[in-house]
């Protein structure tokens, strides 16, 4: 239950319809749901995932992914516990077949009932809902200690983060992650850096890092035929050239990078949205051109792109971000934004080569880079037409199909390897 959540919001927040249904639990009960399913079969008709993010704050890997998902299968996306009066389970519905679940656990409960409480809320879940045949698709490892007794035809490990390496994460992580690859039929990660740390642990690792919806961002461009989008309310008062930035205002960031640059450049105008989590807000450095606006619903993020000059990606050099691989470059990208980072690896490698993203090292090549893509001295318009193409094969869509085609390969094999052991 220790919060490693990046928070933002989604975009479906406006369109989701709340369901009141709570299960009060009496007494614990096992299910015959979680009994091992039928060898008949190798396909399954539910995918239960297990999540350290709140579906209403982070819009990015698991929302994309599972929206689709849920085009073929019932979703049930399992956040993790809030205190409540009492034991049962809340669950809202965020569209025809992806529901969104939440335990309620009684105030004061200890870490020992609390796993206990959880594997008999996910029981009731299954017998309740009729989950017979089912797909694990976990995003936290500290969720194994209360599903490992689930049998499900098929378990899959979304490695988006390195999750211990941020600050607050829970001593048993690692070993819970051990536990959790040692178990799992596949393991996806979120960039290349991760695959290159998990695929010596695994032997079926995949790497799909970061995507796009190129068309939700494309719409931000201006050109000499499109004059963008309006600019939103809590920004127009900013005088220009602005400088973005759009996430998590956290550990990752290099706060000393950010407010040297403000500091030498007093008429540069410095945007950040996002929430701060994690450090004390008072540490963000302060200067009338440094501007933190808050959270932004994701339907709303291209108007802002649209009245940036250029996007930043300051991120600090350290084991917080060895293995990220940022959303937001081709998200900039798409909205025709130039791009200027510090040298984040997965960033460097997809992106580097390209002329409209800089890799800056140091405060000057920072702010370097930033006067050459405002001036219009760097030369963005460079194949334009292949970055487009580049990126719009990013797209969440492709990766999905992707993954698809590994699920149901998986399943063959399984369901192979059931039939030859009857033989």
Same mark, same amino acid.
């Given at each position: 239950m220790d919060d490693l959540r990046e928070i933002f919001v989604s975009p479906n927040k406006q369109r989701t319809e709340t369901i009141n249904v709570t299960s009060q639990?009496?007494?614990?009960?096992?299910?015959?749901?979680?009994?091992?399913?039928?060898?008949?079969?190798?396909?399954?008709?539910? $995918?239960?995932?297990?999540? +350290? *993010? %709140?579906?209403?704050?982070?819009?990015?890997?698991?929302?994309?992914? &599972? !929206?689709?998902?849920?085009?073929?299968?019932?979703v049930w996306y399992i956040e993790e516990p809030e205190w409540s009066d009492a034991p049962g389970l809340s669950i809202r519905s965020v569209s025809p077949r992806l529901s969104v679940v939440v335990p309620q656990l009684p105030?004061?409960?200890?870490?020992?009932?609390?796993?206990?409480?959880?594997?008999?809320?996910?029981?009731?879940?299954?017998?309740?809902?009729?989950?017979?045949?089912?797909?694990?698709?976990?995003?936290?490892?500290?969720? $194994?200690?209360?599903?490992? +007794? *689930? %049998?499900?035809?098929?378990?899959?490990?979304?490695?988006?983060?390195? &999750? !211990?390496?941020f600050l607050g994460a829970p001593k048993p992580l690692l070993d819970q992650e051990r536990q959790l690859m040692s178990r799992a039929d596949l393991v996806f990660t979120g960039g290349y850096s991760l695959y290159e740390a998990k695929q010596q642990r695994h032997p079926?690792?995949?790497?799909?890092?970061?995507?796009?919806?190129?068309?939700?961002?494309?719409?931000?461009?201006?050109?000499?035929?499109?004059?963008?989008?309006?600019?939103?309310?809590?920004?127009?008062?900013?005088?220009?050239?602005?400088?973005?930035?759009?996430?998590?205002?956290?550990?990752r960031l290099d706060l000393v990078l950010l407010g040297e640059l403000a500091r030498r450049n007093p008429?540069?105008?410095?945007?950040?949205?996002?929430?701060?989590?994690?450090?004390?807000?008072d540490h963000l450095p302060k200067g009338p051109n440094l501007h933190y606006l808050g959270m932004k619903a994701y339907d709303e993020l291209p108007t802002y792109f649209s009245n940036w000059q250029a996007a930043m990606m300051p991120f600090a050099i350290n084991e917080a971000t060895r293995y990220i691989s940022p959303t937001k470059t081709p998200e900039y990208l798409a909205a025709g934004l130039p791009v200027v980072s510090t040298p984040i690896r997965d960033v460097l490698r997809t992106y580097g080569a390209w002329e409209q993203v800089v890799i800056a090292d140091s405060v000057s090549a920072f702010e370097s880079g930033l006067s050459a893509m405002l001036t219009g001295s760097a030369n963005q318009d460079a194949e334009p037409a292949e970055l487009d193409r580049f990126l719009r094969d990013q797209s969440w869509d492709n990766t999905w199909q992707q993954m698809q085609r590994i699920l149901r390969s998986q399943l063959n094999s399984s369901a192979r390897q059931r039939t030859s052991s009857t033989v």
């Open positions: 639990l009496a007494t614990p009960a096992r299910p015959t749901a979680t009994q091992s399913p039928s060898s008949a079969t190798n396909e399954f008709d539910d $995918l239960i995932c297990f999540s +350290h *993010l %709140r579906w209403n704050f982070v819009y990015q890997r698991p929302q994309h992914l &599972l !929206s689709r998902a849920a085009q073929r299968w019932r105030h004061g409960t200890s870490p020992e009932q609390a796993i206990e409480l959880q594997r008999t809320l996910i029981d009731t879940l299954l017998a309740e809902q009729h989950i017979q045949q089912y797909a694990l698709w976990y995003y936290t490892p500290m969720a $194994l200690p209360f599903s490992h +007794h *689930l %049998r499900p035809q098929l378990t899959v490990y979304d490695c988006m983060d390195e &999750l !211990s390496a079926q690792v995949f790497a799909f890092p970061s995507c796009i919806d190129y068309n939700h961002f494309s719409k931000a461009r201006t050109s000499a035929t499109a004059s963008g989008l309006p600019d939103p309310a809590d920004q127009q008062a900013i005088p220009g050239p602005r400088i973005g930035y759009s996430g998590v205002i956290d550990e008429n540069w105008q410095f945007v950040l949205l996002g929430p701060i989590v994690k450090i004390n807000p």
